[in-house]
């Protein structure tokens, strides 16, 4: 048997994270497959992908921090803040050292963002649909602010060529941060404009770009009958709290009974953890008062 499970995957530019889950469906040979984070056509990296039982844990997923690697340009803005925009606006740099020195104060403001609107040609969603789809048919449309938190934001490199500064950034932020909104806010504190030319994701929360495969490896090793690729869904759970049930508590949840939270030391009212008997994924459940109750049935059948 094919196992089901979540599948790492290191996307590609240029396809979208749709079609990412229909590749992985073929691979697989299965219609249940979900991804947790959408990553844009001309971003890469991690996208992890959920098939079979274990998209009954993704909606814990959506939380999760992210990490990133970006290419930022500086002297040219575009109505997308990518690479797939039209040119608004630009100017051309000299590289001086009053020009690196502004670029770098200007990614010291970042780190201290609380809250930010997502890009119009984004994949927020408005009445059902896609903001970037009512863009492109001259929609307006009016996006709000959300909160964000930049844990950091670290710059690996930067270079001066032809009259633009390339800047690679490295940035740990919580959901619903756009790194290309980062971008095009730098250029509007330095006055040089920019727009995100290289985007790659490397984390999303305790998954890692290092152990991702692309489209290539995983079809190779799919085709060989190696599927030492799918990661246990329980992996999805690691940033959860974990109990660990006896056979008669097991045997109880499984019937959808509550239980007692004496068993389980000091647990916060609301708290969600995750519940193991042995290795096995039993439920999530929650504390109310002085029993657990039963958010998520997750035992196999």
């Known amino acids: 048997m094919i196992p089901e499970g979540i599948i790492l995957l290191d996307k590609k530019e240029g396809i979208t994270s749709m079609a990412s889950d229909n590749f992985i469906k073929k691979l697989m040979n299965t219609r249940k497959v979900g991804h947790s984070g959408t990553l844009d056509p001309f971003a890469t990296g991690l996208l992890p992908v959920f098939t079979g039982r274990a998209l009954k844990v993704m909606r814990y997923t959506d939380d999760y921090d992210k990490g990133y690697r970006c290419v930022a340009v500086f002297g040219k803005r575009t109505d997308t803040m990518d690479t797939e925009g039209v040119v608004t606006a630009q100017c051309v740099l000299h590289g001086t050292g009053a020009e690196f020195d502004a670029i770098r104060e200007a990614f010291a403001q970042l780190k201290e963002i609380t809250s930010q609107t997502p890009p119009l040609y984004s994949a927020k969603k408005i009445n059902g649909r896609k903001a970037y789809e009512l863009a492109r048919q001259g929609v307006e449309v009016e996006l709000k602010s959300h909160p964000v938190k930049i844990y950091s934001l670290d710059i690996c490199d930067m270079k001066y060529a032809d009259g633009q500064i390339e800047v690679t950034f490295d940035v740990e932020c919580s959901k619903g941060t756009y790194i290309r909104s980062l971008c095009d806010s730098c250029g509007e504190m330095t006055g040089f404009h920019a727009f995100a030319k290289e985007l790659r994701r490397t984390k999303c929360g305790p998954f890692a770009v ?17 599927y030492s690729f799918v990661t246990p869904r329980e992996k999805a759970l690691d940033g959860m709290k ?33 519940a193991f008997e042995g290795d096995e994924l039993i439920a999530v459940l929650y504390r109310e008062g002085e029993i657990m109750r039963i958010e998520r049935m997750l035992a196999v059948d």
């Open 242 to 274: 974990r109990i660990d049930l006896n056979l008669r508590q097991t045997a109880d949840v499984k019937l959808g009974k509550k239980i007692s939270s004496g068993a389980f030391g000091e647990l916060d009212e609301g708290l969600r953890v995750a």
């Open 210 to 226: 290092d152990d991702a495969y692309t489209e290539e490896a995983l079809s190779d090793m799919a085709g060989r009958g190696d």
